[in-house]
């Protein structure tokens, strides 16, 4: 079932008045399910796909489906809904609010949504204990080492049982070990949940843990492929 | 969950966040004083005027007020101060003699204002008999005088001494009496204490050949702040001969002057006001600008732009509302030990009585001090909230996650 869709899409930015094409005529479509990774050197315009995926951004050209309904046509009230509702994003810098405790940050977007403090509560510490974070619940994001920041992410990502999860380069920051790990964390949310992981990473760990990859270089793909 | 990051936020840069409360506790805390001791001061005034002659009401015959000729006078007055007496809201009443005359002693002569009274009533009407530094209020004996000190000093005479007092009488004569001095008194005001002296009612009568007539009723009322109503009772009982006058009728100077410094005070909270406006946009467009890259996390997450304005607002109410209750409470704690010990301006004290104002300054905390405290900083400071706000909202989520 395709959950995303991108229709020739691409992205031009302005630098000191200098048009720069980061995005060019993309076309690619994410099933259910998938566990993507998008690779490519720096420049290649994998936070930029992410980006337009994610409707942080809009393309300069092209169109974007997310569950047939087209991103350019929504208001910024509409898209902000909808990322709360069907979105989960994963930085590279973990981005935990930092005065917040790490099943603050998970009840997050719960409370973003209106749900009562007491399911919010009892939801984000399910979650927690699902990824085997419980510990961490009273600790804020200064007291935790990066790893534990990530899953803290993930968790908050996943809290809304999103259709998808976008996940900008979540092990750069880490060791291989605490990316190891974290890779195994999504790699089972994605099989017993069925959510949906898109990846942009130029990681080998990461790359190689891709069961879709996608090739990115100077804002086009060049390869798609099924890794067994 | 907002007002909780809203609160934490607040205390990420402790340094800053106390710098502005502290600026807007102590900012408050010496307004409200000041306020307290202003509105003290200006009620003092006003109630030393009431307390050392006026009274809540006057009674006279009509015209008496612009013109005060001793021949227009309250004829039967039994029956007017009976009728005034009956009335549930007069607490006190004082049948008075009023006259212009002339004073003289052994060494010098001044003009001044003869009042005669029934010393017992007039004692419940003013201040007189408390305001008495030297000798006794009156006794039985007719011919006794009562003397500010401020002519005291210019007549050059002090307790026993013997003062010549003249007046035109009704029948258009010039009368005399001679006094001898029994009480020396100082009220607030050097002006009335030079003008203003008091004998007794009947004595007075006798030389301006009166009879049992009165120049004027001065009453007390049991609720000051329902004064218009009780005229307008007052004026239904007695008849179109008689006008009645209320104390801010009698001293609209005073009463000006009350006006002018309620409006003066509430232009200095504006002005505190204005200063915490520019802190608070200071301090939030720090605190935004510092967490560019936060609020472009939040916006991706789903964070509606109305949440953000809300966060940003509540942080600066947030300031702002413990910096007041702070600044309330440091204004309370002034105000509860003025009013105990009192402001002493007493090096000041030659030219605060030429004003009417006492020495000591008690604060007053009414309401209106309490409204300007308590709800002007808030509003200001929301309304300071309201830019670092909007350019917190007008950030763009991927412009500002690469914001470092």
């Known amino acids: ?228 | 969950m907002i007002f909780k990051i809203a609160w934490r936020n607040i205390w990420r840069n402790k340094r800053r966040s106390i710098i502005i409360l502290t600026s807007i506790a102590i900012g408050l805390g010496f307004t409200m004083l000041y306020d307290c001791i202003v509105r003290g001061s200006v009620q003092q005034m006003l109630d030393n005027a009431i307390n050392s002659h006026t009274s809540h009401l006057q009674i006279n015959n009509a015209g008496f007020n612009s013109n005060k000729i001793i021949t227009n006078n309250i004829s039967h007055s039994d029956s007017i101060i009976n009728k005034v007496a009956s009335l549930p809201f007069i607490k006190y009443y004082s049948p008075r003699v009023l006259n212009f005359g002339m004073i003289t002693s052994a060494a010098n002569t001044s003009g001044i204002t003869l009042v005669g009274i029934e010393p017992e009533k007039e004692r419940n009407v003013t201040i007189i008999h408390k305001s008495l530094t030297k000798g006794t209020y009156f006794s039985t004996n007719p011919n006794e005088i009562l003397i500010g000190e401020k002519l005291a000093e210019k007549l050059e005479v002090d307790l026993n001494d013997k003062l010549v007092l003249v007046s035109s009488a009704t029948d258009g004569s010039v009368s005399s009496e001679m006094f001898r001095v029994v009480g020396i008194f100082k009220t607030n005001s050097s002006e009335f204490d030079k003008a203003y002296v008091y004998v007794p009612i009947k004595t007075a009568q006798k030389m301006l050949l009166l009879g049992d007539n009165i120049s004027q009723i001065a009453a007390i009322t049991d609720k000051p702040e329902n004064i218009n109503t009780y005229k307008s009772i007052l004026q239904s009982k007695l008849d179109y001969h008689f006008e009645i006058f209320t104390y801010q009728e009698l001293l609209p100077l005073l009463i000006y002057y009350v006006q002018i410094a309620n409006d003066s005070m509430l232009v200095m909270y504006i002005i505190i006001g204005t200063a915490v406006l520019f802190g608070i946009i200071n301090t939030l467009l720090m605190s935004v600008f510092e967490r560019v890259h936060e609020f472009g996390v939040l916006m991706s997450i789903g964070m509606r732009n109305g949440k953000v304005f809300r966060m940003v607002i509540e942080e600066a109410f947030i300031l702002s509302f413990v910096g007041t209750i702070i600044g309330f409470c440091l204004g309370l704690i002034g105000y509860y030990l003025l009013s105990i010990y009192g402001l002493d301006l007493s090096v000041f004290s030659e030219s605060l009585s030429a004003f009417g104002m006492s020495t000591i300054l008690y604060p007053k905390l009414d309401l209106g001090v309490i409204i300007n405290s308590i709800f002007i900083i808030p509003i200001t400071a929301i309304l300071g909230a309201i830019y670092p706000a909007l350019k917190a909202i007008k950030l763009q989520p991927t412009e500002a996650m690469r914001y470092v």
């Open chain 1, 1 to 228: 079932m395709e959950i995303l869709k991108v229709e020739n899409a691409s992205k031009i930015y302005k630098d000191n008045g200098i048009a720069v094409e980061a995005l060019k005529n993309i076309d690619l479509s994410i099933q259910k399910g998938e566990f993507l990774v998008i690779a490519g050197p720096s420049g290649s315009g994998k936070t930029t796909l992410l980006n337009l995926l994610g409707s942080l951004d809009v393309p300069s050209s092209g169109k974007i489906f997310l569950e047939g309904e087209e991103l350019s046509k929504k208001t910024k009230k509409e898209l902000s809904q909808m990322r709360l509702a069907k979105l989960g994003f994963v930085f590279q810098a973990y981005n935990l609010i930092p005065v917040l405790t790490a099943i603050e940050n998970i009840e997050f977007p719960l409370m973003l949504r209106g749900v009562q403090e007491r399911t919010r509560r009892q939801k984000a510490l399910e979650i927690m204990r699902e990824l085997g974070i419980a510990e961490l619940a009273k600790k804020k994001p200064n007291q935790m080492s990066g790893g534990q920041q990530q899953r803290v992410a993930v968790a908050r990502a996943i809290v809304n049982e999103p259709i998808i999860v976008l996940a900008d380069e979540p092990t750069a920051n880490l060791d291989s070990v605490a990316a190891d790990n974290l890779l195994d964390l999504m790699e089972r949310m994605n099989r017993e949940k069925n959510i949906t992981f898109v990846f942009s990473s130029h990681d080998l760990q990461v790359i190689q843990r891709g069961r879709r990859l996608i090739s990115l270089k100077d804002g086009s793909i060049i390869d798609d492929k099924i890794c067994e």
